[in-house]
């Protein structure tokens, strides 16, 4: 079987209502470095995300797109073993390059709780 872990635009959520709908649904996880909000995704075949960066917990661009690529990636290596799931990732407090491989770990662990949300 020839797995592609590519990231196309089918797996995102783009639009405001898509992510209100997320948050709405009010089923969440919470990390020391991130919040993860799931949703059952009904309409689509595969699991979509969206990341939110706020400017306060990361002040400078730089930092805010080395935790969205960090994400992004973790997401899109690990896409085909998640749920039909719309996930929101939201970033708690900032890190730097060195704990990104912590990070990467606290993000797998909070898709594997947020399967519970598939029963809500």
Same mark, same amino acid.
């Given at each position: 079987?020839?797995?592609?872990? =590519?990231? %196309?635009?089918?797996?995102? *959520?783009?639009? =405001?209502?898509?992510?209100?709908?997320?948050?709405?649904?009010?089923? #969440?996880? =919470? #990390?020391?470095?991130?919040?993860?909000?799931?949703? %059952?995704?009904?309409?689509?075949?595969?699991?979509?995300? #969206?990341?939110?960066? #706020?400017?306060?917990?990361?002040?400078?661009?730089?930092?805010?797109?080395?935790?969205?690529?960090?994400?992004?990636?973790?997401?899109?290596?690990?896409?085909?073993?998640? %749920?039909? *799931?719309?996930?929101?990732?939201?970033?708690?407090? %900032?890190?730097?390059?060195?704990?990104?491989?912590?990070?990467?770990?606290?993000?797998? *662990?909070?898709?594997?709780?947020?399967?519970?949300?598939?029963?809500?």
């Amino acid at each position: 079987m020839n797995i592609r872990y =590519t990231f %196309p635009r089918s797996c995102r *959520l783009l639009k =405001t209502d898509e992510y209100s709908s997320v948050f709405n649904f009010r089923c #969440g996880k =919470t #990390g020391q470095y991130l919040n993860i909000y799931a949703k %059952p995704n009904i309409e689509n075949s595969s699991a979509r995300l #969206g990341i939110v960066v #706020g400017k306060k917990q990361l002040r400078t661009a730089v930092a805010r797109n080395l935790a969205k690529r960090v994400v992004r990636d973790m997401f899109r290596l690990h896409r085909n073993e998640l %749920p039909n *799931l719309d996930y929101i990732v939201r970033i708690n407090k %900032p890190f730097t390059k060195d704990e990104s491989n912590v990070v990467r770990n606290e993000l797998i *662990l909070l898709f594997k709780k947020s399967k519970r949300c598939l029963d809500s």
